[in-house]
């Protein structure tokens, strides 16, 4: 049995298989550090009690479902704060609870949304906060 068409077949699987493999040898088959969000801004600075609505791995995993619950219950049921399990009670506001610590969104918010390829659609509708220049602090 004979194969006719061998030579442009090779050729592109060849092509095909390099196309493919090309992030791995471009790389080098290093893997990208994960992203080490700052939680240096001077809101979060002068806290005495330096605590989220949820711990830390929560958070990290989690935190569109409470944005999402928050939406939920200020619109549909007009609860307009909430209560953590300490008995903590924060504003349900993107704004006016998590970017009033997190304010520096592109080294908080940006450089894991960035890292995974996530463009949240957070920004559709709240204003993100503004950004302090190093002209501003100068």
Known sequence: MKIYDAKP???G?????????????????KVSPPPDPKLDTPAIQILEKKECVASK???RTSHMVILNDWRTQ?????KRF??????????????RACM?????????C????????????????HLPPKQETAQATK
């Open 82 to 95: 909430y209560v953590t399990a300490g008995g903590a009670n924060y504003p349900a506001s993107l704004q």
């Open 74 to 78: 200020a619109v549909r049921n007009s």
């Open 9 to 11: 077949i090779l050729i």
């Open 13 to 29: 699987l060849l092509i095909f298989v390099g196309f493919v493999s090309m992030p791995f040898w471009l790389h080098g088959g």
């Open 57 to 59: 791995e929560y958070m």
């Open 110 to 125: 940006d450089t894991c949304h960035n890292y995974i390829g996530l463009a949240p659609y957070c920004w559709d509708c």
């Open 100 to 108: 009033k610590c997190h304010s520096n969104k592109a080294q908080f």
